[in-house]
């Protein structure tokens, strides 16, 4: 059976955080704590482990990972731009549940699946998290959960869902809202004639607090009923397109 190790207890976690780092110095998988929900992990710059993710959940490779980030300076090393409007949303939601898809760094060396040329990243708001984040770096993350599944809260649910596949999981209590991140698809700033920010999920960020930041660079806000549509996706599942598209359910 694969370790669990209880991070509110201080006497597990180093041991706890020197196991997950090993794994992913394997290209092996964890699950760890977010301030949404629980994320399963891998090594961002490892095909080979972003494939055991996939593979994990049940996901092809037109659902790629979205990336967690220990801020924005790595988030500039993984975008092509930061758009000053991104920057505004950065210093008003992060750390938090705001995921942000941009254009991906042409020059890196990865593969994290059909993407599009796009990167989704987000920093989160978790201690442990943002530690493994700082010395690891960049991690492939997504919600802890099989496809179509609902997205784990506690530590059971992942583990029960995730089983063997996982390495080492790291428990840090109820997920703190249990509401997935938003998805913002702001690619739509990048180039000579910018187009507003569009909501490809809504979740932890309102659309509301996004309008406060951008105002009139936010979409309109849909028709009722498209709303509703919009948040009836109670899981993870996938869909082609960009990685903010294809995560649109599966963002931790």
């Not at 196991?19 to 301030?35: F, H, K």
């Not at 899981?235 to 598209?245: I, K, V």
């Amino acid at each position: 059976m694969s370790p669990v190790f209880d991070c509110r207890d201080e006497t597990q976690v180093l041991p706890g955080m020197r196991q997950a780092r090993q794994a992913i110095g394997r290209g092996d998988l964890i699950v760890i704590p977010t301030d949404t929900v629980y994320g399963v992990a891998a090594d961002a710059f490892s095909a080979s482990a972003v494939t055991k993710l996939l593979a994990a959940k049940g996901r092809g490779r037109q659902s790629p990972p979205p990336v967690l980030v220990a801020g924005i300076s790595t988030m500039r090393a993984l975008v092509a731009e930061v758009p000053e409007p991104v920057e505004r949303l950065v210093e008003a939601f992060w750390p938090g549940g705001l995921t942000i898809v941009l254009p991906a760094q042409p020059s890196l060396s990865w593969d994290l699946g059909e993407t599009r040329g796009t990167v989704a990243v987000r920093m989160p708001a978790d201690r442990f998290a943002l530690e493994l984040l700082e010395e690891c770096g960049p991690l492939a993350v997504s919600s802890a959960n099989l496809t179509k599944m609902n997205a784990a809260v506690t530590i059971d649910d992942a583990m029960r869902m995730l089983g063997e596949s996982v390495s080492v999981y790291l428990d840090g209590g109820p997920a703190a809202t249990g509401v997935a991140s938003t998805i913002v698809d702001a690619t739509t700033l990048v180039g000579p004639d910018p187009t507003p920010v569009r909501v490809l999920r809504e979740g932890a960020v309102s659309r509301e607090a996004l309008r406060d930041v951008l105002g009139d660079l936010l979409e309109p806000d849909p028709e009722p009923e498209h709303a509703e549509a919009a948040n009836r996706t109670p899981g993870d599942p996938g869909s082609t397109g960009s990685a903010g598209e294809a995560a649109g359910g599966s963002v931790a």
